[in-house]
């Protein structure tokens, strides 16, 4: 769907990207498991804590999909189908690329509209 030249930058700020994330869900990953017995703790440290790794959990969460989009992405470069959308064909907008290369979706269809 685009250029070589634009699939090959592409390529190269996915694999920048791709390796970004790589590192926070494994400093995340090791956070999340190397985090401290609550028991001996307040109450109120207890909910902190809890909070704290709920929202970890979240942010961990979020990470694992960009890094699927981000594989996805690669895949549809090696496939020449990169800046199609996966849900409707239509072409992304090379705005919508630059800003997020990894995404598979056009802006409707990633709303779910």
Known sequence: MHTESV?????????AKQREINALIHDLTDL????GDSANRSRGD???LSTERHSQAGTLQEL?????????ALAKIDEGTYGGCDSCGSTIPPDRLEFRPWAVLCVPCAAGT
């Open 64 to 72: 694992h999909r960009q890094a699927h989009a981000i594989t996805r």
């Open 46 to 48: 207890r909910y902190g």
């Open 32 to 35: 999340l498991d190397t985090a």
């Open 7 to 15: 699939a090959d930058d592409a390529r190269e700020a996915l694999l």
